[in-house]
């Protein structure tokens, strides 16, 4: 078995959340949350079972990227493959809440950069 690591949260800059809110509600029917908790930041869910992201309000656009979160059971462990597969570390596992879990950046051996999240 390959194990959990399946896509977990999406995270899309954007210079308006209510705009996005509108738009991504018109066009996909998508279920946007804008009181959150978190400023400049409304959570996303694609589909009942499907994965879920946010649109975080950002100045620029960091060249029109977005961040794509991949699940994982233990996020230093996956780091430690990460580096040795020619990958590098962007941000250290850091706490969301109790709530949301952890999460942490890495930038994969082709330049990306991705994320990973997990509850524990």
């Given at each position: 078995?390959?194990?959990?690591?399946?896509?977990?949260?999406?995270?899309?800059?954007?210079?308006?959340?209510?705009?996005?809110?509108?738009?991504?509600?018109?066009?996909?029917?998508?279920?946007?949350?804008?009181?959150?908790?978190?400023?400049?930041?409304?959570?996303?869910?694609?589909?009942?079972?499907?994965?879920?992201?946010?649109?975080?309000?950002?100045?620029?656009?960091?060249?029109?990227?977005?961040?794509?979160?991949?699940?994982?059971?233990?996020?230093?462990?996956?780091?430690?493959?990460?580096?040795?597969?020619?990958?590098?570390?962007?941000?250290?596992?850091?706490?969301?809440?109790?709530?949301?879990?952890?999460?942490?950046?890495?930038?994969?051996?082709?330049?990306?950069?991705l994320g990973l999240w997990t509850r524990n």
């Open positions: 078995m390959v194990g959990n690591h399946n896509f977990a949260h999406i995270e899309l800059p954007v210079d308006d959340v209510s705009k996005a809110k509108e738009f991504y509600e018109k066009v996909f029917d998508w279920e946007v949350t804008i009181e959150t908790g978190f400023e400049d930041y409304a959570f996303f869910r694609e589909s009942e079972d499907g994965i879920g992201g946010a649109f975080q309000k950002a100045e620029k656009m960091l060249n029109e990227e977005m961040i794509i979160y991949i699940s994982t059971d233990d996020i230093g462990k996956t780091f430690e493959k990460i580096i040795a597969a020619g990958g590098e570390i962007i941000q250290e596992k850091t706490k969301i809440s109790d709530e949301y879990g952890f999460y942490g950046k890495f930038k994969d051996s082709c330049g990306n950069i």
